[in-house]
């Protein structure tokens, strides 16, 4: 597989459930990034990872978890949702961390929470 | 944070030329602005980036004045498939990123 793959592309969850996504990216890339895109809001940037360190979280709730064992993988685990959570969740690699590095996403993942 | 407007959407006809202008009026002296291009069902991608004056390459312009406070992406002789949503991105700190709320370009026959 090539660029950025995310699993699954659909996902329908109860707000006690537990859930994983999974951002896998094959560009050789050392920046990562979750994003939330809800209806008729902007891209909200939720974390930034660079080589396996977060380096940004912004103000994400707890129910949101990050990992990045390493710098092809990427994860946000949930738990305890609400429905407001239901969005449209991206991935995206760069080559580094900063703007001036194009960004490459993925399909995403559409969540919704019920 | 530099906050990003631009317009909610816009109409144009085949073989048209389209411009959205971004107003990011807080920009900081490191900021690059940034565009992505998004359609249905799948994640943004990559169309322009400049820093000041004006950058081409071949799916677009980018028009940016001295001041840097706003920037317009220029599609020469837009076609039905560039209907889609368009963003502007103003990045500054490394890590601190600012998508727009993006443009939707219809593009009718």
């Known amino acids: 597989e090539t660029g950025v793959t995310q699993t699954p592309r659909h996902l329908v969850m109860g707000m006690t459930n537990k859930k994983s996504l999974k951002c896998e990216q094959h560009?050789?890339?050392?920046?990562m990034y979750w994003y939330k895109q809800s209806a008729k809001k902007p891209l909200e940037l939720m974390f930034v990872?660079?080589?396996?360190?977060?380096?940004e979280n912004n103000s994400v709730p707890s129910r949101f978890s990050p990992e990045c064992p390493n710098s092809s993988h990427l994860f946000l685990h949930l738990h305890t949702l609400q429905p407001e959570d239901s969005a449209l969740y991206l991935c995206?690699?760069?080559?580094?961390?900063?703007?001036?590095?194009?960004?490459?996403f993925g399909p995403g993942t559409r969540l919704t929470v019920t | 944070l530099a906050k990003t407007t631009q317009p909610i959407s816009m109409d144009s006809y085949e073989g048209q030329e389209v411009n959205i202008t971004c107003s990011h009026n807080?920009?900081?002296?490191?900021?690059?602005i940034t565009w992505y291009q998004q359609f249905p069902s799948q994640g943004p991608r990559f169309i322009i980036q400049?820093?000041?004056t004006k950058v081409t390459n071949e799916v677009a312009s980018l028009f940016i004045p001295a001041d840097r406070k706003s920037s317009t992406l220029s599609l020469p002789r837009v076609s039905l498939s560039d209907t889609a949503v368009y963003y502007c991105?103003?990045?500054?700190?490394?890590?601190?990123?600012?998508f727009g709320a993006g443009t939707t370009v219809t593009v009718r026959a």
């Open positions: 560009l050789g890339h050392n920046a």
């Open positions: 807080n920009i900081a002296t490191n900021d690059y």
């Open positions: 990872y660079s080589l396996e360190e977060r380096v």
């Open positions: 991105l103003v990045s500054y700190e490394d890590y601190k990123l600012s």
């Open positions: 400049g820093y000041k």
């Open positions: 995206a690699s760069s080559q580094a961390v900063g703007g001036q590095y194009e960004q490459y």
